[in-house]
């Protein structure tokens, strides 16, 4: 099909509501002009193209590729899509537009979706084939399974709130993502104002005369199994053992996809977790220090890869001994030696990377008294809240330049045994 875009003092303002997919012609920052392939609802007739807002500049930002075609949910009079928007770009999933279709032609009310594979916290691959799909409502059940694409479709369903259940040998149920709140609005009684329905998390609203659509997610059914033992080799029970998968780039993420707890046998597993390598350990968050035990990891964090729903087996840790908490008693000073409120207090370890941080603030004697995991040396550095006169009233900055550090070796032994430093602002 050949396709013409306007040039942008050409083109005319349109009004419509609901469904259009659309080819799109041109793509610029703001907004987006598209070519309107065909009409669903509520487009009049003889409309063949349209401006859309897609929040370029902003993180909601939904981007349209030239020449690829979506399905864009909208609304008049302004016409805009964002990244929670439930519009789609149509590769791969023409079975929602014909759903659709069908829908508007009289159909009864039917849900679909794809389920797809879980590669960490927010990404996903592409669908699973053979997954069973199970939806309930009201004590009667409607089964199906998913095709080669991971695609699967449940018709003829009466209006109800619906429970659905997925399995597949190999494969763990994504809770966190299939029990995602819907975007579904309603209106509150009590303060006459429209909130979001976040009641009955995972369950789905097959509205009368609607297409649901409901994307599901599975983890593959990998994990990691092993030992935490003290240095006298004796196991170690209720520590938390942490799994980080690393980037694209092969760094280590800040914090882990999966814990778990040691049993009374100092055992622990990981689970589940998709392919790729991984490295565990104790206490490893990048920018947090607040365990008993110091920093510790498996083969000093070089990684071990897991394969496809795979076991792997024998990741033995050996931690030091446990660290006892400790409290700072700090006083942070101005150059003129009066007190700082406001102030923050971070530690850094001797590499200059940050390992603990306080959730309080100075009060209006510049004091603050941290409790943090004893380590025998380390950076202390203020943070300091410093207000700054301007045209527009008062502003509050905080200053982390080296001239705030002060470095101090501490002895403090336990809680009882307090350090005291003092930090001046210059």
């Not at 508007?104 to 979706?113: A, D, E, H, S």
């Not at 446990?322 to 590499?351: E, F, H, M, Q, W």
């Amino acid at each position: 099909m050949l396709l013409r875009a306007r040039k942008s003092e050409d083109r005319p303002s349109f009004s419509w509501q609901g469904y259009l997919p659309i080819a799109v012609m041109d793509w610029e920052p703001a907004p987006a002009h598209v070519a309107i392939e065909e009409g669903l609802q509520n487009v009049a007739s003889g409309q063949s193209e349209a401006d859309i807002n897609t929040a370029a500049g902003t993180s909601c930002y939904f981007r349209l590729k030239a020449g690829e075609r979506y399905v864009i949910i909208t609304q008049g009079p302004s016409y805009s899509v964002a990244a929670c928007s439930t519009s789609f770009q149509l590769r791969g999933k023409e079975h929602i537009l014909q759903a659709m279709r069908d829908q508007i032609k009289g159909g009864p009310p039917r849900l679909l979706g794809t389920v797809v594979k879980s590669t960490g916290a927010y990404s996903h691959a592409g669908g699973i084939e053979g997954v069973s799909v199970t939806a309930e409502a009201e004590g009667v059940r409607h089964q199906t399974a998913t095709d080669g694409f991971g695609r699967y479709e449940i018709p003829l369903l009466t209006p109800g709130r619906y429970k659905i259940e997925i399995s597949k040998t190999g494969y763990s149920p994504d809770s966190t993502y299939n029990q995602r709140w819907s975007g579904r609005m309603v209106l509150n009684p009590a303060t006459n104002t429209i909130e979001p329905d976040k009641a009955d998390p995972g369950l789905v609203v097959v509205s009368a005369n609607s297409c649901t659509i409901w994307d599901l997610a599975m983890w593959p059914a990998g994990r990691i199994t092993g030992t935490v033992r003290d240095s006298n080799r004796k196991p170690l029970t209720g520590v938390i053992v942490q799994g980080f998968a690393f980037d694209n780039k092969n760094n280590r993420e800040s914090s882990p996809l999966r814990t778990g707890t040691t049993a009374s046998d100092g055992t622990f597993t990981l689970e589940p977790l998709p392919p790729g390598n991984y490295a565990v350990g104790v206490n490893a968050n990048l920018y947090k220090d607040e365990d008993a035990y110091p920093p510790t990891l498996y083969l000093d964090g070089r990684g071990a890869y897991l394969a496809e729903s795979a076991a792997l087996n024998g990741i033995d840790i050996v931690l030091p001994p446990a660290r006892v908490a400790t409290k700072l008693r700090t006083t942070v000073l101005g150059p003129d030696g009066r007190p700082y409120s406001g102030a923050t207090i971070r530690l850094d370890n001797l590499a200059g990377i940050q390992r603990w941080f306080s959730r309080n603030k100075s009060d209006e004697n510049g004091e603050i008294t941290p409790r943090f995991m004893w380590a025998s040396a380390m950076l202390f550095e203020p943070s300091i809240t410093l207000p700054l006169e301007s045209s527009k009233g008062w502003l509050s900055l905080r200053s982390l330049t080296k001239a705030h550090r002060l470095l101090s070796c501490f002895t403090a032994r336990n809680a009882a045994n307090d350090e005291t430093a003092t930090a001046r602002a210059i």
